[in-house]
């Protein structure tokens, strides 16, 4: 079965520079969330959009912006990257009645920030 | 606001025990809950998913409840194996919220 695809896998950047992230959902899941994992810590929220509009907001720096595109797929932009931007960035995405079957998360991207 | 708790943070068991996992959550007016499992560095695979309305859901070896009203829920794996070492984390998602909400997670270690 088809899975929640990120990508790149992983990804070194430099201080200031700018990153893209890109998710594509599972087929026929119109809701996507982007979710920070720091070393240690647990999973927190950023954003998520439903129907290419942004639909929850969560933790997100102001020089990170994100979308969805017309195919669902999302891309996170992450702008001005600090060393303490480094952490694992999953996507995940889930049918809009979340009652149908929860949330599926992708891999991962590994930003480290140097 | 929501916030989701897992005791314990780590527990190793010898190979062939059977454990518990728990997770409580502040605000029972969940949508519904999920327990997934992470391997270091790794992604998050889902392995159980419960409705608000549903008691317990069941995959093998593993059966999850749910205690909505008093805000808790379980994991149990039974016959334990090496191959069950990583980190179990509990999230809830709440009625018209997008989001859901993680606890830290238990490690859990089964030892040869």
């Known amino acids: 079965a088809a899975g929640v695809i990120q990508s790149p896998r992983h990804l070194i950047k430099e201080k200031r520079e700018t990153a893209t992230l890109k998710c594509y959902p599972i087929p026929r899941h119109d809701t996507v969330y982007w979710y920070q994992q720091g070393p240690g810590q647990d999973p927190q929220f950023l954003i998520s959009f439903y129907e290419k509009m942004q639909s929850d907001k969560g933790s997100i720096p102001d020089r990170f912006s994100a979308q969805q595109f017309s195919d669902y797929h999302s891309e996170l932009n992450m702008s001005s990257l600090e060393l303490g931007d480094s952490a694992l960035y999953f996507c995940a995405s889930s049918p809009r009645d979340r009652g149908l079957g929860g949330y599926t998360f992708g891999s991962g991207t590994r930003l480290t920030v140097v | 606001k929501q916030e989701v708790t897992q005791i314990p943070a780590a527990l190793s068991v010898p190979e062939g025990e059977n454990l518990v996992l728990n997770c409580s959550f502040t605000?029972?007016?969940?949508?519904?809950l999920q327990w997934f499992r992470q391997d270091p560095g790794k992604g998050l695979t889902s392995l159980l998913l419960i409705q608000s309305s549903q008691r317990e859901q069941t995959s093998g070896r593993l059966n999850a409840s749910l205690d909505k009203s008093s805000g808790r829920s379980t994991l149990y794996i039974a016959a334990s194996q090496p191959g069950d070492s990583a980190t179990y984390l509990c999230?809830?998602?709440?009625?018209?919220?997008?989001?859901?909400?993680f606890g830290k997670g238990t490690r859990l270690h089964i030892l040869p």
């Open positions: 605000d029972s007016a969940i949508y519904n």
């Open positions: 999230a809830v998602s709440g009625w018209g919220d997008d989001k859901i909400i």
